[in-house]
């Protein structure tokens, strides 16, 4: 079982930076692939960036454009989503997501899931 709790979201203006967190509470993350998703109002959730535990391999979805990082503090468990020159179109509610085995780009590889922050760039 895994428990996520994401943190950090709140209003920027356009071009402002913001780090999202997600504290992961697990036996063992050792299989695990951790990442980031957001859904934006009316639109499908989508793949933004995945980690994996482990070997530290990241991915990125092409939107981020080198804009976004991902990164795990291990001391802490704690999964970030590091977030610069912020624009309106990155407005929504970002989720936290575990993988054990799966596709990294699907939601519906996802085994477990967080809340969500709301992230609101106003322009």
């Known amino acids: 079982q895994v428990q996520l709790v994401e943190s950090g979201g709140r209003l920027v203006q356009t071009g402002d930076s913001l780090r999202i967190s997600c504290v992961a509470s697990?036996?063992?993350?050792?299989?695990?692939?951790m990442a980031w998703f957001r859904q934006a109002p009316g639109k499908e959730r989508e793949f933004v960036a995945a980690?994996?535990?482990?070997?530290?391999?990241?991915y990125y979805a092409d939107f981020t454009k080198g804009r976004f990082t991902i990164s795990i503090d291990y001391t802490k468990n704690t999964v970030y989503l590091q977030m610069n020159t912020l624009k309106p179109d990155d407005t929504a509610v970002y989720y936290c997501?575990?993988?054990?085995?799966?596709?990294?780009?699907?939601?519906?590889?996802?085994?477990?899931w967080g809340h969500g922050t709301q992230v609101t760039v106003s322009s």
């Open positions: 697990a036996r063992t993350f050792t299989d695990y692939t």
């Open positions: 997501a575990a993988l054990e085995r799966g596709t990294w780009t699907d939601m519906k590889s996802y085994d477990y």
């Open positions: 980690i994996r535990w482990t070997s530290g391999r990241t």
